[in-house]
């Protein structure tokens, strides 16, 4: 586990951008992992602007998201589709084939979730970026999900719904994983990540077992270690 602590939301930003991007120059054909949310919103304008300058080249780059509402539209603001289509997908010249969305439209929400499984140990995540959430989930994955668990259809307790989401095995057969935080709200659940028990209590701190792990952190997310 490495941690790069550094002093704001842009340098993280930065720090993650530059992380992927030289990522990308060695391997054009990337397979990426992308979590929504406003903590990785800064990563994704710098992965835009690098392609709008021609420095970076996404049209060999697959990406999967990690979750997804359920039910949604695609349309809906709310959804994740719609987050992914407005901040990165429609400002980059990745290949709409290449884009593969859990579909919070399906009938079928456990065929949905296993064919998404499917696809996932087809292609290999090499790099999958996360969000933390300030009760320590990672995706959907709140406290209370196994280390084993898969995509799957889940029942949320911090907001009102449901949702499909990558379980913890799956984000965890990634090569690489880059997690992110910013804000001393998350300074709580950073601490139980990393110097905490690894348990379900907090899911994030299972990744304490990945082989390649790096968190980077800004001077909030950082104030309790
Ligand atoms: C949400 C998402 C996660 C995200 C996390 C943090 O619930 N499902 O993928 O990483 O919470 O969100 P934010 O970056 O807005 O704090």
Redesign the pocket.
């Known amino acids: 586990m490495e941690i790069i602590k550094v002093k704001n939301y842009q340098k993280m930003s930065q720090v993650a951008s530059g992380i992927i991007l030289n990522s990308i120059s060695k391997k054009p054909s990337l397979v990426l992992g992308l979590?929504?949310?406003?903590?990785?919103l800064g990563l994704y304008k710098n992965l835009a602007k690098a392609c709008k300058e021609k420095k970076a080249d996404f049209s060999k780059i697959k990406a999967f998201n990690?979750?997804e509402h359920y039910p949604v539209k695609k349309v809906d603001k709310k959804s994740y589709n719609y987050y992914f289509f407005k901040n990165l997908f429609r400002k980059v010249n990745i290949k709409e084939s290449s884009i593969n969305l859990l579909n919070g439209e399906t009938k079928n929400p456990e065929k949905e979730c296993e064919d998404y499984e499917d696809n996932i140990r087809k292609n290999k995540i090499d790099i999958q970026i996360?969000?933390?959430?300030e009760n320590g989930?990672?995706?959907?994955n709140e406290p209370g999900s196994s280390r084993s668990s898969r995509t799957r259809l889940v029942n949320l307790t911090?907001i009102k719904g449901k949702?499909l989401?990558m379980g913890v095995a799956t984000i965890m057969q990634a090569k690489k994983i880059i997690l992110l935080a910013s804000g001393k709200k998350?300074a709580k659940a950073v601490r139980s990540m990393v110097k905490g028990k690894i348990s379900k209590k907090c899911p994030a701190s299972f990744l304490r077992n990945h082989r390649s792990l790096t968190i980077i952190l800004d001077k909030g997310a950082s104030s309790m270690l």
Do not use: C, E
């Not at 989930?137 to 959907?140: E, G, P, R, S, V």
């Open positions: 979590a929504s949310g406003h903590t990785t990690l979750d996360l969000g933390i959430g989930h990672i995706a959907f911090h949702a989401t998350k």
